[in-house]
């Protein structure tokens, strides 16, 4: 078996672990904020980012494994979208992805494999408009920085990053080249997410106060492959403790009560419990003389976060990868005129359910389906988490080819992406609360919120 990636250091750098302390302390973001020289002032009140349209998003699409295999099949069959570029650390997936191509009538890409900082030729010779990533976490950002300074838009699968440092350095390229840098978040995408930011934006809730959600996987059999995520996820495991995992959970959340949008996430607190599932699993799975009896794991097997926004709502988010137990993202989101509940998806809606009684969020559908969910090709979706990721991939080019700006967007990658490390420091910190910096400096405070898009 292939020995574990090396990982940057995943925890805080000092200069992090200062603007931490100083933001706990009361600084926030002030203390956070790197302050590159060059960043242009943010100014209040702007419109979101827009980017010149174009007829044909080309594409370089870097890390082709399990997900971007999945983002390449969605992507052939998107109008005006062309893959011209691919990249990836093993010849056989980036093979693999140009067969896709060809088989789908395209011309094969160019194919760069030549070792794990490639793409960063990839970005300085080809002629694109989007870089694609859906590698390993740590090469994210490496990948996003090297598109946006070589004049690319960037889009990473999740998270977007792993260090508050990180959050800032997507938010300051992004600014500084004029590009966009989003966060492919697909939960956001979901049927039953987009049906309850639907229910939100029709006031059938009425005013949202509370959500919770979270990423509930067992992943101790992926963790343990000898490929796949089997080669890095579990490094993370070994090395942090926190809420690793955040995204999926709380993006849709994070949508429905308008965060960096008029509400913003403003500080957390985080617990770790303690870590057993791995170690259990490596002494039922392994030969006593295996090296993964040997290893000693940091994170806890459930965390639980608590985040508090600007306007008072509560949000709690849980990570559970290490224990058996069925799927689940929580997903539940409460007003004050009523509330939906995930696994199983139920709403209950005062003077209109039944009284102190759930109804099957089914019923909900008929009346209050999102639009881009009555929307054919979303439905006939073969890959990708019954159509939400090909949904994420549609309305990105589209954004693109129109010049609009996406739904998503870089101050949404690091504010979701930074409750990771803050969740980290609060845990090593007996459970302390922590600011998170404001990334968009202000503007959430005038930003539109996130509109009922068609596809
Ligand atoms: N949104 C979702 O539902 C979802 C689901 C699964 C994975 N993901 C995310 O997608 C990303 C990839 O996960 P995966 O399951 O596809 O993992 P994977 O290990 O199957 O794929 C990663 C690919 O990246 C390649 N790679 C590694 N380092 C590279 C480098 N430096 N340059 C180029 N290629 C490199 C690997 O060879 C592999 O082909 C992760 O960020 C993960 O969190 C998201």
Not at 193 to 214: A, I
Not at 305 to 317: D, E, F, H
Request: glycine share 10%; with cysteine; aromatic share 8%.
């Amino acid at each position: 078996m292939p020995d574990l990636v090396e990982l940057p250091d995943p925890t805080f750098s000092r200069r992090e672990l200062l603007g931490a302390t100083a933001a706990a302390l009361g600084l926030g973001a002030l203390a956070c904020t790197p302050g590159a020289p060059g960043s242009p002032a943010p100014v209040q009140g702007v419109e979101p980012f827009r980017a010149p349209p174009m007829d044909r998003v080309r594409i370089g699409f870097v890390g082709v494994g399990g997900m971007g295999t999945i983002h390449v099949r969605n992507l052939v069959r998107i109008p005006g979208a062309r893959i011209t570029a691919v990249c990836d650390i093993v010849e056989a997936h980036a093979q693999r992805a140009s067969g896709i191509l060809t088989e789908a009538g395209q011309p094969a890409p160019t194919l760069y494999t030549r070792g794990p900082t490639d793409f960063v030729r990839l970005c300085e010779t080809e002629d694109l408009d989007l870089v694609f990533t859906a590698t390993p976490w740590e090469w994210h950002v490496p990948v996003c920085v090297a598109a946006m300074r070589n004049g690319k838009h960037a889009a990473t699968e999740v998270p977007a990053a792993i260090t508050l440092q990180e959050c800032w350095q997507l938010v300051e390229e992004a600014e500084r080249h004029r590009k966009h840098c989003l966060m492919m978040e697909n939960c956001n995408y979901d049927r039953m997410e987009l049906l309850v930011l639907n229910l939100v934006r029709q006031g059938v809730l009425g005013e949202v106060l509370h959500g919770e959600g979270g990423y509930l996987h067992d992943l101790r059999e992926i963790k343990f492959a000898s490929t796949g995520e089997g080669l890095w996820r579990r490094a993370h495991s070994i090395r942090r403790n926190g809420n690793l995992y955040p995204t999926h959970g709380l993006g849709p959340i994070a949508n429905c009560m308008n965060v960096n949008r008029g509400d913003r996430f403003e500080y957390l607190v985080s617990m770790s419990g303690p870590a057993r599932g791995l170690m259990l699993w490596a002494q039922t799975h392994f030969s006593p003389d295996a090296p993964q009896r040997r290893e000693r794991y940091a994170l806890g097997d459930v965390n639980v976060s608590l985040l508090k926004t600007a306007a008072g709502r509560t949000i709690l988010v849980s990570h559970d990868t290490n224990l058996p137990r069925p799927y689940s993202r929580i997903h539940m989101v409460q007003g004050t005129r009523g509330l939906f509940q995930g696994y199983p998806d139920r709403v209950y809606v005062e003077g209109r359910s039944p009284s102190h009684r759930w109804e099957p969020a089914e019923h909900y559908l008929a009346e209050y389906d999102h639009p881009l969910w009555r929307f054919e090709a979303a439905r006939e979706a073969t890959a990708g988490h019954g159509g939400m990721d090909f949904l994420e991939d549609w309305r990105l080019i589209k954004c693109l080819r129109e010049g609009l700006p996406t739904d998503m967007n870089v101050y949404d990658a690091a504010a979701l992406s930074a409750v990771a490390p803050l969740s980290e420091w609060s845990v090593a910190h007996r459970s302390r609360p922590i600011d998170f910096p404001d990334f968009t400096r202000g503007r959430w405070q005038t930003q539109p919120p996130w509109g009922i898009v068609e596809p």
